[in-house]
């Protein structure tokens, strides 16, 4: 081989290997932030909580984390039981890390359990009502896609499922860790959360609609695409309504509006298309009010003599 062709083979493998780990990184990426809208909705809930109840410390800020990343960790497992579906579908496949990458079910195995032991304690740390929470986080986080229970997959349970756990618990589990005493603003806000999750969930089986009537078996492929659409529509208007109610009787805190506000595409959206928002709308929407809410909390533990504008 001349020194030519040498030359052009070290390029080949060079260039081979830079995109092999680009490749990896963007897989990587797509693990991450695939679901960001979940995960960071789900910090946000628990900020609330945070908030309203004046609970914010050292431990619940480790509460805060920990919560974060559950979530994400959670949202992980069901892609990787939804894998084999999202296959099926080229758009969700090429989002999904357990489409592009084989990963064992023992590796699954691990790392789960690696991440639980890094949240356990910032639960332990409320006791016996720490326990019980992780337990029902770790419960709900299994049934949830993995066979058998898989209560995606289960007409009506699936919506009841993700309209308590996915928006809503979160500031549930905060306000009892932190034995906060109930007041209007956490019902005005579990209202609003209980019904986002809710419109969230129908919006997500609409857009899979397609795919899932040929192998699963959820609310919308039992009851049909017109009723998932109607519901989502009622549940959107609810969404609004409750909102503006509690804003102008002064329920919810000004401080809290933005995150209603910066949703209004959203509902917009649901109320005038029977299709998908563009995923973009939805990446920056949520984007903007979880870094609203981090300052939200960096103002709330700024030493008094810090001015925070």
């Given at each position: 081989?001349?020194?030519?062709?040498?030359?052009?083979?070290?390029?080949?493998?060079?260039?081979?290997?830079?995109?092999?780990?680009?490749?990896?990184?963007?897989?990587?990426?797509?693990?991450?932030?695939?679901?960001?809208?979940?995960?960071?909705?789900?910090?946000?809930?628990?900020?609330?909580?945070?908030?309203?109840h004046d609970g914010l410390s050292t431990a619940t800020l480790y509460l805060l984390a920990?919560?974060?990343?559950?979530?994400?960790?959670?949202?992980?497992?069901?892609?990787?039981?939804?894998?084999?579906?999202?296959?099926?579908?080229?758009?969700?496949?090429?989002?999904?890390?357990?489409?592009?990458?084989?990963?064992?079910?023992?590796?699954?195995?691990?790392?789960?359990?690696?991440?639980?032991?890094?949240?356990?304690?910032?639960?332990?740390?409320?006791?016996?009502?720490?326990?019980?929470?992780?337990?029902?986080?770790?419960?709900?986080?299994?049934?949830?896609?993995?066979?058998?229970?898989?209560?995606?997959?289960?007409?009506?349970?699936?919506?009841?499922?993700?309209?308590?756990?996915?928006?809503?618990?979160?500031?549930?589990?905060?306000?009892?860790l932190l034995d906060g005493k109930w007041m209007p603003v956490d019902g005005a806000i579990?209202?609003?959360?209980?019904?986002?999750?809710?419109?969230?969930?129908?919006?997500?089986?609409?857009?899979?609609?397609?795919?899932?009537?040929?192998?699963?078996?959820?609310?919308?492929?039992?009851?049909?695409?017109?009723?998932?659409?109607?519901l989502l529509r009622l549940t959107t208007i609810g969404l609004v309504c409750a909102f503006?109610?509690?804003?102008?009787?002064?329920?919810?805190?000004?401080?809290?509006?933005?995150?209603?506000?910066?949703?209004?595409?959203?509902?917009?959206?649901?109320?005038?298309?029977?299709?998908?928002?563009?995923?973009?709308?939805?990446?920056?929407?949520?984007?903007?009010?979880?870094?609203?809410?981090?300052?939200?909390?960096?103002?709330?533990?700024?030493?008094?003599?810090?001015?925070?504008?």
């Open positions: 081989m001349d020194a030519k062709s040498n030359q052009l083979s070290i390029h080949g493998k060079i260039t081979a290997m830079n995109y092999f780990m680009r490749h990896k990184f963007t897989q990587n990426m797509t693990l991450v932030f695939n679901h960001v809208d979940a995960w960071v909705v789900a910090m946000i809930s628990a900020g609330l909580a945070l908030l309203v920990a919560i974060t990343l559950g979530y994400w960790a959670a949202f992980a497992l069901n892609d990787y039981y939804d894998a084999p579906f999202d296959a099926q579908d080229n758009e969700k496949g090429s989002r999904s890390f357990f489409v592009q990458r084989q990963v064992t079910g023992k590796k699954i195995a691990l790392w789960s359990a690696f991440l639980t032991l890094l949240v356990t304690p910032a639960f332990l740390q409320f006791g016996l009502r720490g326990f019980l929470v992780l337990a029902v986080c770790l419960l709900i986080a299994w049934a949830y896609s993995a066979p058998p229970l898989r209560l995606k997959n289960r007409p009506i349970i699936d919506l009841i499922t993700h309209a308590t756990f996915v928006e809503t618990f979160p500031y549930l589990m905060v306000l009892f579990i209202v609003c959360t209980t019904l986002a999750s809710l419109s969230s969930q129908l919006e997500n089986q609409i857009g899979d609609y397609a795919i899932d009537r040929l192998q699963e078996r959820n609310f919308t492929v039992m009851f049909g695409l017109n009723t998932a659409v109607w503006t109610f509690f804003t102008f009787a002064e329920v919810i805190p000004l401080a809290f509006v933005p995150f209603g506000v910066v949703c209004l595409p959203i509902m917009w959206h649901r109320l005038r298309h029977s299709t998908p928002r563009p995923r973009w709308m939805t990446i920056w929407i949520v984007l903007a009010a979880g870094l609203y809410m981090v300052g939200l909390l960096l103002y709330w533990v700024a030493p008094p003599s810090i001015t925070v504008l």
